[in-house]
């Protein structure tokens, strides 16, 4: 009988340290991302039309590029394209030395996004189908936000293990490709080829510039900005250009090469994305006025139901049961450290869709700001629901979870190498032996305790008196 492949088993130490570096600095945005969310709501209710002004006020030359946007056109098309270029830095990076290199390895996480995008998009499309749905916002409810769901971690304090940590960045990673695909495809209206054309010519200087070996920010940056404001007036959506440059680094090492030159980029540019692009991009998009009417036309009207149930039925339905049939088809066998409750309360987890949710929101209802907020509304109360589910599952097993966090850390002989990685090492297990003598050695070189010092005593009469 054929042996079955492990399914959530420990990482390699490469993919576990690029994996825990990379996750850190989600967290920490993640948080920011947070932040911003709420201060968008508190100024958005508190004082609106400060919040419209800013939010509208328009910055930037007309000519010849027709780059004179608003402050929230320049976050969603801007900002949020350093997002998806260190998406497709990712994405590069997991075809190439991750985890989707192997594809027996990469099924599971695929089919699983893949589910995870194909259900809620069924569910939403269902709910309106009738009078009164708007179909346009099928793919609202589709996207995983990372960030957000390492800052809801971070917030309750998970030791979620480095492998479902991965599992779910890879997840996500993958959802960014497919919501960048959907963007181009059916939110993308008005091409202009000529600069569509030039787009394009500039994506080949980019790569023809980097595979000659190249450097220098100061060339880059500006090629970068010229390839956006291209996109930008050819009519498909910024973002696309941000993935075709990350997916064009190189993200394998050659020669003595400590780190590929997407890697290097990846670590310089991924604190910009998380820690500035996104959390003002969530300053300018998370603002919707909150009030009891508003509440229940969330709650009693289709778009918002279906965004809701897209996020919180569909996306763990997806999840969930596109890994576990895949796993069950192909044999892969559960990490026996965890359970399938696991893999559940993560799929929960996936439910937080917002940067990208909200992104697509404002692209399939751009004529229509009431409906617009409403959808709003359902990606954060529908993202805030799953969050609390999340937690609530997740620290059930946040014991369990812990213990599995110090095995994986743990580093008796200080080599800065988990001991984890080292059991069948014979030089460590040599070093392990030495010091296993050497503690044993001084236990034995210790003079004996005295009796009085480890046995205690009742107070003789005369020490009472005294004590008296």
Not at 163 to 184: E, G, K, P, Q, S
Not at 438 to 459: I, K, Q, Y
Request: charged share 15%; glycine share 8%; proline share 6%.
């Amino acid at each position: 009988m054929p042996q079955r492949r492990q399914f959530l088993g420990r990482l390699p130490l490469p993919e576990r340290t690029f994996v825990l570096d990379a996750l850190r600095t989600e967290t920490v945005g993640g948080i920011l991302l947070l932040v911003a969310a709420v201060v968008a709501l508190i100024w958005a209710n508190a004082w609106p039309d400060a919040y419209q002004s800013v939010l509208n006020h328009t910055v930037g030359p007309s000519g010849p590029l027709h780059l004179d946007l608003t402050l929230g056109t320049w976050a969603k098309d801007g900002l949020l394209t350093i997002f998806f270029f260190v998406a497709g830095i990712e994405l590069k990076r997991e075809f190439v030395a991750g985890e989707l290199r192997s594809p027996s390895a990469a099924m599971l996480p695929v089919i699983a996004a893949v589910c995870g995008v194909v259900l809620p998009a069924v569910l939403y499309a269902l709910i309106n189908a009738g009078p009164g749905g708007h179909p346009a916002g099928w793919a609202v409810p589709t996207a995983t936000d990372i960030a957000f769901a390492l800052g809801v971690l971070a917030v309750v304090g998970s030791h979620l293990p480095s492998a479902l940590r991965a599992f779910l960045l890879t997840l996500a990673v993958v959802d960014d490709l497919i919501a960048i695909l959907i963007i181009a495809v059916f939110y993308s209206s008005g091409i202009k080829f000529w600069a569509l054309g030039l787009a394009f010519a500039g994506l080949v200087l980019f790569w023809f510039l980097h595979r000659r070996g190249v450097h220098g920010w100061y060339l880059f940056v500006p090629l970068a900005f010229v390839i956006w404001a291209l996109m930008h007036e050819s009519g498909v959506h910024t973002t696309v250009a941000g993935v075709a440059m990350g997916l064009m680094l190189r993200c394998h090492r050659e020669g003595d090469e400590e780190h590929s030159p997407g890697e290097h980029i990846e670590h310089l540019v991924r604190p910009l994305s998380a820690g500035l692009a996104v959390p003002v991009f969530a300053l300018f998009a998370a603002g919707v006025t909150i009030s009891g009417p508003a509440l229940r036309e969330v709650f009693t009207q289709a778009t918002p139901i279906g965004i809701m149930v897209g996020l919180l039925v569909g996306k763990t339905v997806g999840v969930f049961g596109g890994t576990w049939l895949t796993a069950r088809f192909t044999r892969a066998e559960l990490n026996p450290q965890l359970k399938w409750a696991d893999l559940f309360a993560v799929s929960v987890l996936a439910g937080i869709g917002f940067t990208v949710s909200l992104l697509i929101d404002e692209l399939a209802f751009p004529d229509d700001q009431a409906l617009a907020d409403r959808a709003k509304a359902a990606v954060l109360v529908g993202s805030l629901i799953c969050a609390l589910i999340a937690t609530v599952l997740l620290k059930l097993r946040n014991r369990h979870y812990r213990a599995l966090c110090e095995e994986e850390d743990r580093d008796l002989d200080g080599d800065g190498i988990p001991d984890v990685y080292q059991l069948d090492d014979p030089a460590w297990q040599h070093r392990m032996a030495e010091q296993a003598r050497r503690s044993e050695a001084r236990r034995s070189d210790a003079p004996p305790a005295a009796p009085t010092d480890t046995t205690p005593t009742r107070p003789t009469d005369e020490g009472r008196d005294g004590a008296r």
